[in-house]
Nanobody, 121 residues
Framework: QVQLVESGGGLMQAGGSLRLSCAAS????????MGWYRQTPGKQRELVAT???????NYADSVKGRFAISRDNGKNTVYLQMNSLKPEDTGVYYC???????????????WGQGTQVTVSS
């Protein structure tokens, strides 16, 4: 009954900015790492950025210096601020979270439904 709901995707010109949000809801005991992945047609889903519950972050080389991941633990929400967008950033962006549901003995990975980001040149 844990759900991740993403928002904030859309169409943007190269050089512009977008902010993605992903909120986890349901019966949640705790959330560990959260992150963003993206997928383009014909390619495997790839890591964009992750953040631990303590705030440590990790980025794909292709987005370092342009994207920033952050989270609000009180709202069970993770954000991805995307600046200086490039056409190659186009793809479906998926939120991922390591969640331990209430009454569950262990953590599992949950995914959002994906949000489309399209960057035009």
């Amino acid at each position: 009954q844990v759900q991740l709901v993403e928002s904030g995707g859309g169409l943007m010109q190269a050089g512009g900015s977008l902010r993605l949000s992903c909120a986890a809801s349901g019966s949640i005991f705790s959330i560990g790492a959260m992150g963003w992945y993206r997928q383009t047609p014909g390619k495997q889903r790839e890591l964009v950025a992750t953040t631990t519950s303590s705030g440590s972050t990790n980025y794909a080389d292709s987005v370092k210096g342009r994207f920033a991941i952050s989270r609000d633990n009180g709202k069970n929400t993770v954000y991805l601020q995307m600046n200086s967008l490039k056409p190659e950033d186009t793809g479906v962006y998926y939120c991922n979270a390591q969640v331990r549901p209430s009454m569950a003995p262990m953590t599992a990975a949950y995914w959002g439904q994906g949000t489309q980001v399209t960057v035009s040149s």
